[in-house]
């Protein structure tokens, strides 16, 4: 997983570079992000493009992200990894975050 | 029909090794799509088990057979663990994922895993019998599944 914050006025990057999301992964997802997050760290963006396959533990995991930050707290993700969508349609999460074509432009949806 | 039968002790790294094996198995068979919903469904299943079940202790077994009959795909998922509560088994889809998408408060952070499952699956059935526990998902063939098989 790689997490780069851009400049401090922008949303906190995060690539996930693992080929399968699972629940092993996710305790690492949890503690990575609560520790690179800055206080005032209310918008991130998600790019799952080298993705192959996705639990719900991860997505447990980016909701309870959500949680933390509050109102005011976004999240956008890159939609086009099929596997990855398959879990966000069907739970509806979809509607929460910004699913959004490219990269920059999950970045720009939320800065 | 051919049987086949993968087991593993509870440890979560086992199941990404059942969820690539039933990616390849069910792949010959079921559409791009179908494949990543019946995989997502044994994981959902098996994580589910280890966590819940087995709270986490290695060392238990698991076990997920794949009956493929002529018109469908059968899964029988055992575990010797803690059996599902029953208000899990019942709760349907709505239920779980009928929260206000504009409510950041009301997100479920968990609890997807059964609705996940009976989204993707066309039957479930679950018996916990002295100490066993079983859980058979039920897939139809698709139009692929029935050309692939010749029936």
Redesign the interface.
Known sequence: MQIETINKDRPLMVRFNEK?L???ATTGFRKTVSLSLHNDIRKIAINPTKTE?M???R??AI??R??TM??G?EIAIRNTN??VM??FK????D??FNALDREEDAIIAIA | MSKITLSVESEFENSSLIGVAINRLVSTVFTKQETWGIELSVIEAVNNIMKHGYRCQPGNPVTVSLDFHDNYLEIMITDRGLSIPKNVLDKNSQEVFGFDPNDINGLPEGGMGMALIKHNMDRIDYKADNGLNRLKLVKFYSVKAQQSTGT
């Open positions: 399968r699972n629940v092993q396959f639990d719900s533990s997505l447990g909701i309870a959500v949680n509050g109102n707290g099929e596997p398959q879990v069907p739970t509806r999460t509607q929460v």
